[in-house]
């Protein structure tokens, strides 16, 4: 198991340690104390043996000089030289009692035992123990002690002569040797004291002692198995208690033998130290629950901090940046706190920035587009719970014209126009909750609980206030918006939609050109037609549903057909033809375009080459979109096609829109340098709806330009129209180009054209676009059309195709 | 010369009992070591002759000086009366707790003492009451013919008419054992060399001490 809390650790550490150390004392105290006692009973042992020695020495005095009294007397001198045993007898009984002896003898100087108060029928008999007078056998009195039994009762004994005045036998006194006499001896050596006597057939008896029974019997089993012979020591257990002994063989008679065991509990001498153990354990106890709150302390000490410390630091995990780490103090972990503080304080500080710069547009100081979408997805959150019944409207708008402004005058004009846009929007539209640039020129604003009426009026506002020019360096610069209005919840339940939604209606009012336009479901039903015509367009490719249909350009001066322009054409299984409105956008939005581009580039030199095989020579003009022009490839892949079908170049002309040159003026222009090098000729299309630069466009290898039908359609009864018409014709013209109106719907038109001096027409007046065949059969029926002979020959065919077109 | 008279009577009952014919026995005294004994007590009794009527009643003293008994060892015939003179500037009490003479004096000093009749063969140990090392032997024979040996270890009896006699020779010591042999005596007398046990007698002692204090 691994602790893993580092207070606990700490603690741990700490407490073993200490319990370790403590634990190595005791066992040294204890191993000291326990060598100490043996040593000291040990010592003990040896000083009572000299004690006791002392005191039996000193007992025998005492009995000698008791019995010297009795030997002294005169009477019982007389009694004793006159043989009156019976008096002898009584005298000792009396003088025995006085001293407190517990037998009293007489022995001649023969050793004979003539009076015994202890067994005063048991005379004459030999004296037991004639050691004891044979130790002073010379006549001067001196005194002697052992031990021995007499009436099997041990005895301290002691002899005095009797003297009349030469010794005539002795007194015998003997002192007890008792549970009283151990006792005594205990007193004084503070040891217990057994006196045991050994009889070679019985073993080891006791006399008396100072322990109980039961110590006394394992004292017994414990002693050696034969006499002892000189002082030797022991060690038994006696009753449970370890007890050191010493054996002092005192007499050796009748092959009686008399030993006094001294004896000391090795408990009793521990017992001292049993009080020292215990207080050594109680202070162990107590420093160990000291150092287990010590170490907690400082465990908390150190742990609570760094608890606190990481406490900050999951805070600033979690983002809040608000609260300091509060540790005051002095060492590493109040570094650490500061240093986390400061760290806190420069997260913080550079948070503040990244967010500054993820959530806001540099270049305006207005939000940003994710700011936008926090906001946004917020606002809805917050109409979701009901807290705003009007819900959330965002107007999306971008500038109608602010591409041509940043391409024709540069980056910083484009900047200060954004600039001055983004401080208008701001200012109509203070009480807006977020007014934020998404990108490029595209700008937002949301309203959160805001009325239909209120929403309105801000887009308007913001309409008419962008409607006047911006003054850079004192020139006045022309933008303009369109909006796109989305209103949650019925435009979108999610902010995705709503942008989404806001998108389209923004397009669709680019398209109708209303300025302002709230989203329609019906623009979305669109978008799923468009969605759901990818997977279909893509099938139509493979299942060779397209078709090419070719509209005819007449020449206005021959009336000849030259050229066709080749309009694809998709002939669905369900829906029948499909409008290319309703489809080619949709493939220049999702770059689907670029694969329909091919298809329709490979089918009109097909076509062309198949008409060249046949003898007739048809320029066919090919639509190429914006994106088409950002194909790097596309040059070597007409190339080839050409040279595929031998089809001369100058037969295909591409056909480009303004705005197809405008995404990216310079690559397109290196494009077109690259086709025009093909041999190709190239046409701008839709001219009057863009805003092109002359100057850019005279830069361009382009051959044909072709006014917008929205012109053609108009300029009858339209001064103004008619006079764009004309001058475009005569740039056209001044610029070397062939000048070709589309739109042609009727004869007044055709009139005006040739009036106007335009070079060729196309449009319904003359014809729609046709298949092939039919287009065959158009030109036919045309004469004139078919032989597409020079454009000098051109003007013989005019005449005929005049009332006739 | 007090100490010598018991000799002096003892010479005198010789000559009056030889006057007809008398021979010397001369009896030598060796321990066992054949150190020469003094002061052993040497009496010889006829075996087969009566004994020489004696005297009604002989004297002798034994003194007491520096609390000695002098003389020591003192053999005297029965009914000879003892007289003990006190020469110490202190009293002595005279016992005897012996079988052949049991007695004890009253505290006395001088001459204040009667003096005792021994008329019973035996040894008397003599004692002092007051001062427990004082001892002295008195052997009382049952015969005119006794003695004490010499330094030399030499005793002569003198008077003796010839014929078989027990000779008794005892050493000063805890029991009363003489040592017994008969000895014949010729006209021109005898000469006894004896060895005597003399362990365990405390007459040395009490002679050493005499002598530490004539010094």
Avoid at chain 1, 106 to 130: H, I, M, N, S
Avoid at chain 1, 614 to 642: C, H, K, T, W, Y
Avoid at chain 2, 145 to 154: I, V, W
Wanted: hydrophobic fraction near 45%; proline fraction near 4%; charged fraction near 20%.
């Amino acid at each position: 198991m691994r602790i893993q809390r580092l207070r606990t650790r700490i603690i741990i550490f700490f407490v073993a340690l200490l319990a370790l150390v403590q634990l190595a004392a005791f066992a040294l105290v204890n191993a000291a104390n326990s060598h100490n006692a043996r040593h000291k009973v040990d010592e003990e042992l040896s000083v009572g043996e000299r004690v006791f020695e002392r005191l039996l020495n000193q007992n025998a005095q005492n009995l000698t000089q008791d019995a010297r009294v009795l030997a002294g007397d005169f009477a019982f001198r007389e009694a004793v030289s006159t043989k009156d045993t019976a008096t002898i007898t009584s005298a000792l009984a009396n003088h025995g009692a006085r001293i407190g002896a517990g037998a009293m003898l007489f022995v001649g100087l023969d050793g004979e035992v003539l009076a015994d108060t202890l067994a005063p029928q048991k005379v004459p008999r030999r004296f037991e123990y004639p050691q004891l007078l044979q130790q002073h056998g010379n006549a001067k009195g001196s005194s002697t002690a052992d031990l021995g039994a007499l009436s099997g009762k041990a005895f301290q004994l002691g002899a005095v002569p009797v003297l009349a005045p030469l010794p005539i036998g002795w007194i015998v006194v003997g002192l007890p040797v008792d549970d009283a006499f151990a006792r005594d001896l205990r007193q004084l050596t503070s040891l217990d004291v057994s006196f045991v006597q050994y009889d070679a057939t019985l073993g080891w008896r006791s006399l008396a002692s100072t322990v109980d029974k039961d110590s006394e019997a394992d004292l017994l089993r414990s002693l050696p198995a034969r006499a002892v012979n000189s002082s030797s020591s022991l060690a038994a257990t006696l009753s449970g208690d370890v007890h050191q002994i010493r054996l002092l063989p005192l007499s050796d008679g009748h092959n009686l033998q008399i030993v006094a065991v001294l004896h000391r509990s090795l408990a009793e001498a521990l017992a001292t130290f049993g009080r020292l153990r215990k207080t050594l354990s109680m202070l162990a106890f107590a420093s160990l629950a000291l150092s287990i709150l010590g170490s907690i302390v400082i465990a908390l000490n150190i742990t609570r901090p760094l608890s606190k410390i990481a406490g900050a630091a999951a805070r600033i995990e979690q983002g809040d940046y608000s609260r300091s780490v509060e540790v005051e103090r002095a060492d590493e972990i109040g570094v650490l706190a500061s240093s986390l503080n400061h760290m806190r304080q420069g997260i913080a500080e550079r948070e503040r920035k990244i967010l500054t710069l993820a959530y806001q547009d540099p270049l305006t100081g207005l939000a940003n587009r994710s700011r936008f979408s926090e906001e946004l997805e917020a606002a809805i959150g917050l109409a979701r719970t009901g807290a705003n019944a009007l819900g959330v409207s965002i107007l999306l708008m971008d500038l109608d014209r602010f591409k041509y402004v940043n391409d024709a005058l540069g980056h910083s004009v484009g900047d200060h126009v954004l600039k001055q846009v983004a401080r208008r929007i701001e200012q109509i539209a203070a009480a807006a909750s977020c007014v934020a640039r998404l990108g490029g020129d595209e700008f937002a604003v949301l309203l959160s609980g805001a009325s239909a009426e209120v929403v309105a009026r801000t887009a308007q506002n913001i309409i008419a206030a962008l409607e006047s020019p911006i003054l850079y360096q004192g020139q006045p610069l022309d933008v303009g918006t369109s909006i796109g209005i989305a209103h949650h919840p019925e435009h979108g339940a999610d902010a995705q939609t709503l942008v989404r939604n806001a998108d389209i209606a923004m397009y669709a009012a680019k398209r109708n050109k209303s300025g302002c336009q709230s989203y329609d479901p019906h623009y979305d039903t669109n978008q799923q037609e468009h969605l759901s015509l990818l997977g279909e367009l893509r099938q139509a490719v493979e299942a060779n549903e397209l078709r090419l249909y070719y509209q005819p350009k007449v020449s206005l001066h021959s009336s000849n057909v030259n050229a066709v322009e080749a309009l694809l054409r998709w002939h669905h299984p369900k829906r029948g033809i499909v409008a290319p409105a309703l489809f080619i956008p949709f493939a220049e939005h999702t770059g689907y375009i670029k694969v329909l581009t091919q298809w329709v580039l490979a089918e009109a030199i097909r076509q062309c080459g198949e008409w060249c095989r046949n003898g007739l020579r048809l320029q066919i003009s090919v639509n190429i979109s914006a994106r088409d022009l950002m194909n790097r490839e596309l040059p070597d892949q007409i190339a080839a096609l050409l040279a595929s079908h031998d089809v001369p170049p100058v037969l295909l002309c591409l056909e480009i829109t303004e705005s197809g040159f405008m995404e990216d003026p310079a690559h397109a222009q290196k494009v077109l340098d690259r086709l025009a090098a093909l041999g190709l000729r190239l046409a701008i299309d839709d001219y009057g709806t863009g805003y092109s630069s002359l100057s850019y466009i005279m830069k361009l290898p382009v051959q044909e330009l072709k006014i917008d039908r929205s012109f053609i359609s108009r300029m009858i009864g339209n001064a103004d129209s008619s006079t764009i018409v004309r001058s475009t014709i005569e740039l056209g013209h001044s610029l070397g180009m062939k000048v070709v109106a589309e739109g042609v719907e009727d004869l007044e038109g055709w009139n005006l054209l040739r009036h106007l001096g335009c070079d060729d027409a196309q449009g319904y007046y003359m014809s729609p676009p046709l298949p092939a065949e039919a287009l065959m059969a158009w030109m036919r029926t045309h004469d004139g059309f078919s032989a597409a002979p020079e454009m000098g020959s051109a003007e013989t065919a005019l005449a005929s195709q005049a009332g006739n077109p | 010369m007090r100490t010598f008279s018991g000799f002096t009577f003892a010479a005198a009952c010789v000559a009056l009992a030889g006057s007809a014919t008398a021979a010397n026995l001369e009896v030598v005294v060796h321990d066992l070591n054949a150190q020469a004994l003094l002061d052993a007590v040497v009496y010889a009794e006829p075996i087969s002759a009566p004994l020489p009527p004696s005297r009604e009643i002989a004297h002798a003293t034994i003194d007491q000086v520096n609390k000695e008994f002098v003389p020591l060892v003192t053999v005297v015939r029965t009914n000879t009366e003892i007289t003990f003179p006190n020469s110490d500037d202190f009293r002595h009490s005279i016992y005897s707790f012996s079988g052949a003479k049991s007695f004890t004096t009253k505290l006395y000093s001088g001459k204040q003492a009667p003096p005792v009749l021994f008329d019973k063969p035996g040894l008397v140990v003599l004692g002092c009451n007051i001062h427990d090392m004082m001892a002295a032997w008195v052997v009382i024979v049952d015969t005119p013919y006794f003695g004490k040996t010499t330094a030399a270890g030499t005793s002569v009896l003198k008077g003796l008419e010839p014929g078989d006699y027990r000779l008794s020779v005892w050493y000063p010591g805890p029991q009363f054992q003489p040592s017994v042999r008969e000895v014949h005596v010729g006209p021109d007398g005898a000469a006894v060399d004896v060895k005597v046990d003399s362990s365990g007698s405390s007459l040395p002692e009490l002679r050493a001490r005499e002598r530490v204090h004539k010094h």
